[in-house]
């Protein structure tokens, strides 16, 4: 993690490193004794949320950067290739998650910034990086030799830190932000910062986003989402009938399971059904059908 990062978890004048893996480190950082709000984009990740509230209003995905003669298909494409990180921040995490779950390795060269990571892949001492999408297309029209790939992780959020002594700025700060998304106002800010709206950039990190954008969900209904793609699959229950679903057709043209069908895409899982006979709804077999 680079000093000027380490600032905010600092405690005493000093970070202790245990706090990301010992859940009994717990302990309020010395920022909070002068400030109220910690306002930029923390990255919402588990042993952050043990010592300071968020107000994470900015669903984010963790998106590959790379050299444009670098192929990155998918994760398995990074094994063995030179990755520029910060040594202990959220994108750490990411590519430690993925080397244990994907039994892949990676090759590491140590930065002070995510920035300092960009410049790296740029000047190609790193294959690639990975940088949170709210600002990998941003950052990407600055350098020459950089194109932004894809995903690594599913939909997180970041926002603003306040301190766990002060739950009532939390409540007021997380209704503030959720009229703001209400009412658009979030998106006209985005465009003024990011030269899109907030529902453009939806477009690139959602599945659908024309359906999502007029939904204009909140920050706990993404949250739900999330939930639901860590999962795999909404799992629904159909009637075997003509506006549900048929296991024998070749085609179906259910009005309810084409609904369905439809659903799962816009936010990105498989279906996953109980078949239910009219007569003995309660011995329903499960079929899968993956959603393309």
């Not at 000093?3 to 950082?29: A, M, Q, R, S, W």
């Not at 106002?185 to 599945?207: C, G, P, Q, R, V």
Request: glycine share 4%.
């Amino acid at each position: 993690m680079s000093i000027i990062l380490k600032f905010f978890f600092y405690k005493d004048g000093v970070f202790d490193e245990t706090v990301k893996t010992d859940p009994n480190v717990v302990y309020k950082p010395d920022l909070f004794e002068d400030v109220d709000i910690y306002v930029d984009t923390l990255t919402q990740i588990p042993w952050r949320e043990k010592l300071m509230d968020f107000i994470g209003f900015t669903p984010i995905r963790e998106l590959v950067i790379h050299q444009p003669d670098i192929d990155i298909e998918n994760i398995y494409d990074m094994n063995d290739k030179t990755v520029a990180v910060q040594s202990v921040s959220s994108y750490m995490s990411t590519f430690t998650d993925i080397e244990q779950t994907y039994g892949i390795r990676l090759r590491y060269v140590y930065v002070d910034t995510i920035f300092d990571a960009l410049t790296a892949v740029d000047e190609k001492r790193a294959d690639f990086t990975i940088m949170d999408s709210n600002r990998a297309f941003l950052e990407a029209k600055k350098l020459s030799n950089i194109e932004v790939g894809i995903p690594v992780t599913d939909v997180k959020f970041v926002g603003w830190a306040v301190s766990k002594d002060t739950p009532e700025l939390t409540s007021i700060l997380t209704k503030y932000m959720d009229v703001l998304i209400d009412r658009g106002i979030i998106n006209d800010l985005w465009l003024t910062d990011y030269d899109i709206s907030f529902y453009e950039y939806y477009t690139l990190i959602l599945k659908d986003a024309s359906i999502i954008e007029a939904m204009n969900l909140t920050r706990e209904e993404l949250a739900y989402i999330d939930g639901l793609r860590k999962r795999g699959a909404v799992r629904i229950a159909l009637q075997n009938n003509v506006v549900g679903y048929n296991p024998d057709a070749e085609v179906q043209t259910g009005y309810n399971y084409l609904l369905a069908e439809d659903f799962a895409k816009v936010i990105g899982v498989d279906l996953e059904m109980v078949i239910i006979d009219q007569f003995t709804r309660f011995f329903g077999r499960m079929v899968k059908h993956l959603s393309k």
